[in-house]
């Protein structure tokens, strides 16, 4: 889904990138409401999470593969305006340091891979929980549909963007026809993939999924044959940050997304994604740019100089994983720094949730 520089023209790639521009502003503002001390660090690690999981390829069908968009993923565990963050920060690393999306394309980029799919299955999973019963299953599978969703979403962002500013004159209907099934197939994957990190996280800890916050059952009570609510324990008082640390998991999350970009990459297929397979098919790429990033010493996710396959795109997925954590924790700490008086945290970050 990386679009790169060519595919759309300089007046639309313009007019998205200040779109994207003020939505990013937007969720600055908005992240100081969603962030305190204990969900600012784990927020850069979700988007360490999300450029680790997007070198991962899986197969789909018929010489196609798909990875991870991670919009919904990072809506559902930080909230929807630092999950924009987080999918931003990603695809700016992406795009300076590997290559990887076009330069002039970025703000057609942020507004599909990051604004579409957070808002989409952010919205689709609240609408899930309201009607859903309040149980981890609930949002596991409220997870599950609302990533599925936001795939294809972002396919017809895309196919909006080409109708409107294509820089080949390919029919919208063989575009939108093409996109949107293989990517539904892509959906599955990133379903697969969110409903599982999203499920392993409640299950340690419930309190820093933001999705889960405020799902609290009451306790039942059987009472002659019924079931009724049990009165209400007197409030304890909360217990320290410092007692309920976060840095295990947050430990345990940096390792994993390091063990992904530095070993299991290598055995992602090399099949094209499906925006890749689609322009090559529907001849979108016709047009296609060289990368202003080209002769990066990691373009193409490997390290320049490195003659070992399998070393020199580990090696590159580790330094990606370290600069995002490092530059998305570094964002995410001023901004959380930023709050002010009328922009307190969510107040029910302190609920034990589900």
Known sequence: MHVPDGFINAPVSAAAGVVAAGAVAVSLRGARRELDERTAPLAGLVA????????????????????????????????????????????????????????????????????TTTVVAYALFRGLLKVLPKTRRSVTGASFVAALVSVPAAACVFT??????????????????????????????EAVITALTVAAVIAVRPDLVHGARGLTSSLKLRIDGELVDAPAPAAAP???????????????????????????????????????????????????????????????????????ARISGGLAGVIGVAATVVVGSGVFYVVRRRRTPDAPADPTRDKESV
């Open 238 to 308: 909360a217990a320290p940050v410092a007692a309920r640390s976060h840095r295990r998991i947050w430990a345990a999350g940096l390792v994993t997304a390091l063990v992904l970009a530095g070993f299991v990459s290598y055995y992602a297929s090399s099949s094209p994604d499906g925006l890749e397979k689609v322009a090559a098919d529907q001849g979108i790429d016709k047009k296609t740019e060289e990368h202003a990033a080209k002769d990066s010493p990691l373009a193409d996710y490997g390290v320049k100089d490195v003659s070992d």
């Open 48 to 115: 360490a999470f999300i450029f680790a999981v997007q070198m991962l390829n899986f197969p789909v069908a018929a010489g196609t593969s798909g990875h991870l968009l991670g919009g919904a993923l990072a809506a559902i565990l930080v909230g929807p305006y630092t999950g924009v963050l987080c999918v931003t920060v990603v695809l700016l690393m992406q795009g300076i340091l590997f290559a990887d999306g076009g330069l002039t394309a970025l703000g057609v980029n942020v507004l599909d891979m990051g604004i």
């Open 160 to 189: 909006l963007i080409y109708w409107i500013g294509g820089t080949t004159d390919i029919p919208i209907g063989k575009v939108f026809t093409a996109m949107v099934g293989v990517h539904v197939l892509i959906g599955v994957g």
